[in-house]
């Protein structure tokens, strides 16, 4: 995704095309660049042979999925739903991890029958109504217990999860109540710790403090497991300001984490395989003059991408043609959603726009399309997919008809 004689490519396509050919806003994702983030993680993290189960909340996009498993990831999971689609997908059942804290009986019952590898509880009732379903059938299921480390993820903090004051898994004294509990259950196989403080973490940091935690109380519940999932939250850059996870001390730190335990990794990354391999594009709508600030009225909204109202998160905006010079100007990148939150970014400098000009919404691939709605009635935009210099729907274009 770059620019070549000042227009923006997709791989070796000119995005224009695109645009003339499916209209805007549009999702549009690259398979060499999910390629290459797989192979990116895969390489880094060799050493410690973990399994990769891809979070399927970050993006479910059926083809998406159907690349990623070509590629051997398995699946993290967090509804039946995604279950439905990881399995659709072609995953095998036995590379799905179900995560969650409030799975249904239904929900539950449905991820046993399948016999998906592991189910990572999150509270003590949701372990009985395990034990329930494992009773009821007389068999033993697999499951991870999620601990709660408190332990401060430094990111964003709507989208931090290992605090205590967060939802998310079990305190250490709970987590060693559960274990001592079910030591000899015959319907219940306490076979993985799992653990996920958060995403877009970029410091190497906070993973250090959670296998710190992890490390301590593994030690002090004298439990061994097979394996210990540590969740996803690797973090990528957003802009030129931003740093991006360093995978090798990453893997480094685990590496020292192993010497401790004889377990294996698993992995839940989202964002880190598909976050920079999808954009937004958008056409101008309309340019409103004020005196202190322009106003770029775009046709891509907050129910398109909702990360910067919701989280308040920045993602660079690029012109489709770049130009090679820029005006002192306030530019103000908004939706046309009747919400003062739909807005995307503000500049004091950029090249001058116009009506009609397109934009690039960077990366968009993760928690884009999945956190969409039809809100204010807006269809759905499509998801096209580049590969091969080939263009490929891989979701259509909601029409009004469809939604209402
Ligand atoms: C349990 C769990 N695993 C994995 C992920 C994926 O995180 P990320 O997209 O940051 O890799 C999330 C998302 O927050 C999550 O809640």
């Known amino acids: 995704m770059k620019y070549k004689n000042g227009q923006y490519h997709i791989e070796n396509i000119n995005a224009e095309k695109i645009v003339r050919k499916f209209g805007t806003p549009s999702y549009i994702y690259s398979y060499d660049k999910i390629k290459e983030n797989i192979n990116n993680f895969k390489k880094n993290f060799k050493s410690i042979k973990p399994i990769i189960c891809f979070s399927v909340k970050s993006n479910a996009n059926l083809q998406i999925l159907k690349i990623i498993k070509s590629f051997g990831l398995g699946a993290d999971v967090v509804s039946k739903g995604e279950l439905m689609i990881a399995l659709k997908a072609g995953i095998k059942p036995d590379k799905i991890v179900f995560s969650g804290v409030g799975k249904t009986t239904k929900e539950l019952k449905f ?93 190497h940091k906070p993973f250090q403090k959670m296998l710190s935690i992890v490390k301590k109380s593994i030690q002090k519940s004298n439990h061994s497991f097979e394996y210990i999932d540590l969740g996803g939250g690797m973090g990528i850059k957003y802009s030129h300001k931003d740093k991006k996870l360093n995978y090798k001390i990453y893997c480094k730190l685990i590496e020292k984490f192993l010497k401790s335990f004889n377990s294996r990794i698993i992995f839940e990354p989202g964002r880190s395989i598909i976050g920079n391999a999808g954009v937004i594009i958008s056409r101008i709508i309309y340019i409103k003059q004020t005196p202190k600030i322009d106003f770029i009225i775009m046709d891509a909204a907050m129910n398109d991408l909702i990360r910067p109202a919701l989280y308040g998160t920045n993602h660079s905006i690029i012109p489709l043609h770049k130009k090679k010079t820029r005006i002192s100007k306030k530019y103000e990148f908004v939706g046309p959603i009747c919400e003062t939150t739909d807005k995307f970014m503000l500049t004091k400098s950029y090249q001058k726009l116009k009506q009609n000009d397109y934009l690039i919404i960077c990366d968009v691939g993760a928690y884009g399309m999945v956190l969409s709605s039809n809100y204010n009635l807006r269809p759905k935009a499509v998801e096209i997919l580049v590969k091969n210099s080939k263009l490929k729907i891989i979701k259509k274009r909601q029409s009004i008809t469809d939604i209402i």
């Open 111 to 203: 991820a046993i029958d399948r016999k998906i590898f592991l189910i990572n509880a999150e509270s003590e009732s949701e372990i009985l109504e395990i034990e329930k379903l494992a009773k009821s059938k007389n068999i033993k299921v697999k499951i991870g217990i999620r601990l709660n480390p408190d332990t401060d993820a430094n990111t964003i903090s709507k989208i931090s999860t290992g605090k205590k004051e967060n939802k998310f898994g079990v305190n250490l004294q709970t987590f060693i109540k559960i274990l001592n509990k079910y030591k000899g259950s015959n319907y219940i196989k306490m076979s993985c710790l799992s653990v996920h403080i958060g995403s877009q973490i970029t410091s």
